[in-house]
């Protein structure tokens, strides 16, 4: 008896190659977005339940997108960016910041066009880029992640730096202190001294510390500091803006002015318990599954400059 002819094993599918992305409106396709990035992001949308955008402005971009600036705004604020309308989404925010200006556009564009947003701050979101943060509905912040102050920045010819205009605004109001706390000082001293009423002391005194003072306020251009007083009172009036509604204007003054004009420096670091000093009430620091999400996804902001959604590049 013959034995019958083993079959051939049917042939295996071929699985489909997993699908690659890019981020729409920067860098675009087809440079793909590293696959363990795509999961964090998808991640993100899954736990806050809404669309996840990137602004994430690290370094490695071109054109201009590593800051805040018309590049930027211009890509973001059109018909043509793909955003979703009267859709809330999710902005993770990774950015040095740049152009107050810009930044009050690109959140005025995304409230008005989606409904509203919530900023996700990995890990920092400076200078403009807190003022797009301000705009949000909530804020969320990563375990170490940080804002930062609202004062603006001018670039220094002479000492070819870029310096806040905040030093020189400030330098005015410490010689007021110093000029009020050296008249007390000086009274009180005297009037140990020799036992004579204040008021046969401070015509004496009021020259004294004004001989003192006066060289030191001669120095000060009072045109440049009217300028760096008015750069300052725009990045303070966006962020009023931005703030309301959601508080009301005397609220939203208090903390603008507090983001303004209540640091040392302008890389200084402002945490979620500043932000509640500052009378902020509307940010969060991540928990759970969210905070590792934000954990796994630093590794991939350094270095990277990323603008827009998600997008799976086609075959």
Same mark, same amino acid.
């Given at each position: 008896?013959?034995?019958?002819?083993?079959?051939?094993?049917?042939?295996?599918?071929?699985?489909?190659?997993?699908?690659?992305?890019?981020?729409?409106?920067?860098?675009?396709?087809?440079?793909?977005?590293?696959?363990?990035?795509?999961?964090?992001?998808?991640?993100?949308?899954?736990?806050?339940?809404?669309?996840?955008?990137?602004?994430?402005?690290?370094?490695?971009?071109?054109?201009?997108?590593?800051?805040?600036?018309?590049?930027?705004?211009?890509?973001?604020?059109?018909?043509?960016?793909?955003? %979703? @309308?009267?859709? &809330?989404? $999710?902005?993770?925010?990774?950015?040095? #910041?740049? =152009?107050?200006?810009?930044?009050?556009?690109? *959140?005025?564009?995304?409230?008005?066009?989606?409904?509203?947003?919530?900023?996700?701050? %990995? @890990?920092?979101? &400076?200078? $403009?880029?807190?003022?797009?943060?301000? #705009?949000? =509905?909530?804020?969320?912040?990563?375990?170490? *992640?940080?804002?930062?102050?609202?004062?603006?920045?001018?670039?220094?010819?002479?000492?070819?730096?870029?310096?806040?205009?905040?030093?020189?605004?400030?330098?005015?109001?410490?010689?007021?202190?110093?000029?009020?706390?050296?008249?007390?000082?000086?009274?009180?001293?005297?009037?140990?001294?020799?036992?004579?009423?204040?008021?046969?002391?401070?015509?004496?005194?009021?020259?004294?510390?004004?001989?003192?003072?006066?060289?030191?306020?001669?120095?000060?251009?009072?045109?440049?500091?009217?300028?760096?007083?008015?750069?300052?009172?725009?990045?303070?009036?966006?962020?009023?803006?931005?703030?309301?509604?959601?508080?009301?204007?005397?609220?939203?003054?208090?903390?603008?002015?507090?983001?303004?004009?209540?640091?040392?420096?302008?890389?200084?670091?402002?945490?979620?318990?500043?932000?509640?000093?500052?009378?902020?009430?509307?940010?969060?620091?991540?928990?759970?599954?969210?905070?590792?999400?934000?954990?796994?996804?630093?590794?991939?902001?350094?270095?990277?400059?990323?603008?827009?959604?998600?997008?799976?590049?086609?075959?």
């Amino acid at each position: 008896m013959s034995s019958q002819p083993v079959p051939a094993p049917a042939p295996q599918p071929v699985p489909a190659p997993p699908p690659k992305f890019c981020v729409s409106l920067y860098p675009g396709s087809p440079l793909e977005v590293p696959a363990a990035f795509v999961d964090c992001v998808q991640k993100l949308e899954q736990i806050l339940q809404m669309p996840v955008w990137l602004f994430v402005q690290s370094g490695g971009g071109r054109y201009n997108y590593d800051d805040v600036d018309d590049a930027t705004t211009t890509a973001f604020c059109c018909s043509k960016s793909g955003l %979703p @309308e009267r859709q &809330k989404i $999710a902005l993770v925010i990774d950015s040095p #910041g740049g =152009d107050a200006k810009c930044a009050y556009r690109i *959140a005025r564009f995304i409230r008005k066009r989606c409904g509203g947003f919530v900023a996700v701050v %990995p @890990e920092y979101a &400076k200078s $403009a880029a807190t003022l797009i943060c301000l #705009g949000a =509905d909530k804020i969320i912040l990563g375990k170490n *992640a940080e804002l930062g102050p609202l004062d603006h920045q001018v670039y220094d010819n002479d000492r070819e730096q870029r310096l806040s205009a905040l030093d020189e605004v400030q330098a005015l109001e410490r010689l007021h202190a110093f000029a009020l706390q050296a008249v007390d000082a000086s009274l009180l001293f005297l009037k140990r001294r020799t036992q004579k009423s204040m008021n046969v002391l401070l015509p004496g005194v009021n020259e004294f510390v004004g001989s003192m003072i006066e060289p030191l306020f001669q120095k000060i251009d009072t045109v440049h500091y009217t300028q760096m007083s008015r750069l300052l009172k725009v990045a303070e009036e966006y962020a009023v803006r931005l703030l309301q509604p959601k508080y009301k204007a005397a609220k939203a003054t208090e903390i603008a002015r507090h983001f303004v004009h209540e640091y040392p420096a302008h890389d200084f670091f402002i945490n979620l318990e500043d932000t509640e000093k500052a009378g902020l009430d509307c940010v969060e620091e991540a928990k759970g599954d969210l905070e590792t999400t934000l954990e796994e996804m630093t590794i991939f902001l350094q270095g990277s400059t990323y603008i827009g959604k998600l997008e799976q590049i086609k075959p």
